[in-house]
């Protein structure tokens, strides 16, 4: 079954379309808001044909299967492989995510809260039929369609006459109140800082990531949220996801890995300044982290750490690091980023890359699985999605895929939010709380706005 593609005519923004689907019971918008070399395409996905979903076992389109997750994945990758002769990143495959708790678990790591109840899957993939792509660069709008809910043709000319109507968009324009409550206050936030720094001293992990969870509720509706969240906080990794049971909303501005024909990159974030008020207190801040002993040395044992990862599946010495400490603008923060790249070996696939990867190393520690075991018994709960990873895997075995920060879960009539941080032994346990503070903040706005 072959995929057909087709330009519009006429061009009109992704983000103006999506308000046709977004009450359509399964889309996906994978939305790069912020719009630079990182974020040139957004890409929309609706009408799934096929739904994996990792709930304790695997289930394929609701029917429990005895295979693994990643070898249904990867035979049905090889079984179904249709080559992509655009420019775009894709025109057919996967949207979806893998929590925290898949890859820590998948990993053989024990945790004290397997019992818990999970606030969502621990890993859910839908294959859409009919896929819109923009090409921010360009401002080109693009339509694929695979032909398995409805013959191809009549696919496109279904999207063509939904984009083709004048779209109102629904915003109640109006503050709303959040209501905030954490599952780790200052105080002990502060202490599992110290008892983190411990284990440094002692010799039992270089550095690690501690988190804190929010619950949050609001009036507000998901896909409200996320449109105010796009507008103040522009990101090339956020998306909007739209499931039976649940909504993801994100803004997140890290890569987690992108492969396309076997060139494989990683970009980790360590180090985080606030923006200034004043322009001089901007340039201050961001010269302060530009010039951080403390930031680039967790930077620096992170690249290690993803360089490592990146050498199991990575053809030798093609391991590289062409970007070590570059500063990123976001609308409320400054990041401290690397890029790491690799190609991957021939006998090797997007699963096995995804599998010898994930969790990312930055929003773990190093040594990996050490600083995952200190994470499970400092932190309050499971993470779930935070820190997880969401994005697309296509039918010619590329992917792109993000770390699930600065994002909301919604579920059940609240949302839920995680905040953390890189520790070292430099660590200041009250500046690492300002920074899960800071990092919150413009999903906390967007929830009240």
């Known amino acids: 079954m072959q995929t057909i593609v087709k330009k519009l005519r006429q061009y009109k923004p992704i983000a103006e379309i999506m308000e046709c689907f977004r009450e359509e019971e399964q889309v996906v918008f994978l939305d790069s808001s912020l719009q630079n070399d990182l974020g040139r395409f957004s890409i929309v996905g609706r009408k799934p044909y096929l739904t994996l979903k990792q709930d304790g076992v695997l289930s394929i389109n609701g029917k429990p299967s005895e295979e693994t997750f990643e070898d249904y994945m990867e035979r049905y990758l090889y079984e179904h492989r249709e080559e992509n002769p655009t420019d775009l990143p894709m025109i057919s495959g996967a949207v979806g995510y893998f929590t925290y708790d898949y890859g820590r678990r998948r990993g053989g790591t024990a945790s004290r809260f397997d019992g818990q109840e999970d606030l969502l899957p621990e890993a859910m993939w839908s294959f859409f039929d009919h896929y819109l792509i923009e090409d921010h660069e360009t401002k080109e709008l693009y339509l694929a369609a695979g032909g398995h809910t409805c013959p191809?043709?009549?696919?496109?000319?279904?999207?063509?006459?939904?984009?083709?109507?004048?779209?109102k968009a629904v915003s109640s324009g109006t503050e709303k109140k959040a209501y905030i409550t954490a599952d780790c206050e200052k105080a002990e936030y502060l202490c599992a800082v110290e008892q983190m720094k411990r284990y440094i001293v002692e010799g039992d992990i270089y550095i690690a990531n501690l988190t804190r969870q929010l619950t949050i509720w609001s009036e507000k509706e998901p896909y409200e949220v996320f449109q105010k969240l796009r507008e103040i906080n522009p990101s090339p990794f956020g998306g909007y996801c739209r499931f039976q049971d649940f909504q993801i909303v994100s803004a997140s501005p890290e890569r987690f890995l992108r492969m396309k024909h076997g060139q494989v990159e990683t970009r980790p974030i360590k180090g985080t300044r606030k923006r200034g008020e004043t322009k001089?207190?901007?340039?201050?801040?961001?010269?302060?982290?530009?010039n951080s002993g403390k930031d680039k040395s967790e930077l620096l044992m992170i690249v290690d750490l993803e360089r490592?990862?990146?050498?199991?599946v990575c053809e030798n010495y093609t391991v590289k690091v062409?970007?070590?400490?570059?500063?990123?603008?976001?609308?409320?923060?400054?990041h401290l980023v690397s890029?790491?790249?690799?190609?991957?070996q021939k006998d090797k696939g997007v699963m096995d890359l995804i599998c010898a990867a994930f969790p990312g190393g930055s929003i773990t520690g190093a040594p990996k699985i050490r600083a995952m075991e200190i994470?499970?018994?400092?932190?309050?709960?499971?993470?779930?999605?935070?820190?997880?990873?969401?994005?697309?895997i296509t039918l010619d075995g590329c992917c792109d895929l993000n770390i699930v920060i600065r994002t909301l879960v919604y579920r059940d009539g609240r949302y839920h939010l995680g905040a953390g941080g890189g520790i070292t032994c430099e660590s200041e346990p009250e500046f690492e709380?300002?920074?899960?503070?800071?990092?919150?903040?413009?999903?906390v706005k967007a929830l009240e706005l």
Request: hydrophobic residues 30%; aromatic residues 8%.
């Open 339 to 344: 890029t790491v790249t690799g190609r991957l």
């Open 152 to 167: 191809a043709e009549e696919g496109i000319r279904e999207m063509e006459s939904l984009i083709a109507e004048p779209v």
């Open 375 to 392: 994470i499970d018994e400092l932190e309050k709960g499971k993470r779930g999605l935070y820190t997880g990873s969401m994005g697309y």
């Open 322 to 334: 062409p970007e070590l400490f570059s500063i990123e603008e976001y609308a409320t923060v400054f």
């Open 280 to 290: 001089q207190e901007d340039d201050r801040l961001r010269e302060e982290l530009k």
């Open 308 to 312: 490592n990862d990146l050498s199991r």
């Open 433 to 443: 709380y300002e920074e899960t503070c800071q990092k919150a903040k413009a999903l």
